[in-house]
């Protein structure tokens, strides 16, 4: 005859068990509220509530904000798929690298921002770092175009990604788009002529295009810029 436990421990063994607090855990949560909130909701704080527990607990393994946003970026950098570089395809290859970081950015609100201003020394960041530079080396680029080189390709695709989360934020809906885009072309045409001939001509044309065209418009003026200092 089994002989039931007691009451009390009965309890006990229905009670859920807290996962053990990690720094994978803490920055798996931080995306979370970054994806829901965006950047201004990122907090210890907020981290803490995700994780039901306090925040004092989570200094233990992440020593501020500053550290959590930049194991967040590192942990979204992980995202973008690494080329094995080819000389014959560096530039088509260092483009997509470009569109893949742009689009890993896209996907998190807010992470843009987290990039801006900041020099990532991350395992993913160096990760991509290294493969960038690889890809501008195999292309036969000088040195010293690669080192800078780098700087304007990630500015780029972060300056990017960063008005591309504005734009999603102020403009709202396709319809909504539209209509600004509207109200913008309508202002411009109201313009007098003989003080702004190139704004008024140009309506059309500066109004047309979304932003991939516009994006890769610039990303092949770049690379082909990049491409020039090898010959």
């Known amino acids: 005859m089994t002989i039931p436990a007691p009451p009390w421990q009965r309890a006990s063994r229905s009670r859920p068990v807290k996962p053990p607090l990690s720094r994978d855990a803490i920055v798996a949560a931080a995306l979370t509220v970054l994806d829901a909130e965006g950047l201004a909701g990122l907090s210890m704080r907020r981290v803490a509530q995700e994780l039901n527990t306090g925040p004092a607990s989570l200094y233990a393994h992440v020593s501020n904000r500053d550290e959590l946003e930049e194991l967040v970026y590192d942990r979204i950098l992980g995202e973008v798929p690494v080329p094995e570089p080819d000389p014959e395809r560096w530039q088509e290859q260092l483009k997509q690298l470009m569109r893949d970081t742009v689009a890993a950015l896209g996907r998190h609100p807010g992470s843009a921002r987290m990039a801006i201003g900041r020099i990532p020394f991350t395992p993913n960041a160096l990760v991509r770092e290294e493969v960038t530079l690889a890809?501008?080396?195999?292309?036969g680029l000088p040195e010293r175009t690669v080192a800078l080189g780098?700087?304007?390709?990630f500015l780029y695709a972060t300056a990017t990604a960063f008005e591309d989360s504005v734009s999603a934020k102020d403009w709202g809906t396709?319809?909504?788009a539209q209509e600004r885009l509207a109200q913008m072309r309508g202002y411009l045409e109201t313009l007098p002529v003989d003080r702004f001939p190139n704004l008024v001509s140009m309506v059309g044309p500066l109004l047309t295009g979304d932003g991939t065209e516009r994006f890769e418009f610039g990303l092949d003026i770049l690379i082909r810029g990049?491409?020039?200092a090898s010959s």
């Open 150 to 153: 780098i700087d304007l390709l």
């Open 226 to 228: 990049l491409a020039a």
């Open 174 to 176: 396709p319809e909504r």
């Open 135 to 139: 890809l501008m080396r195999c292309g």
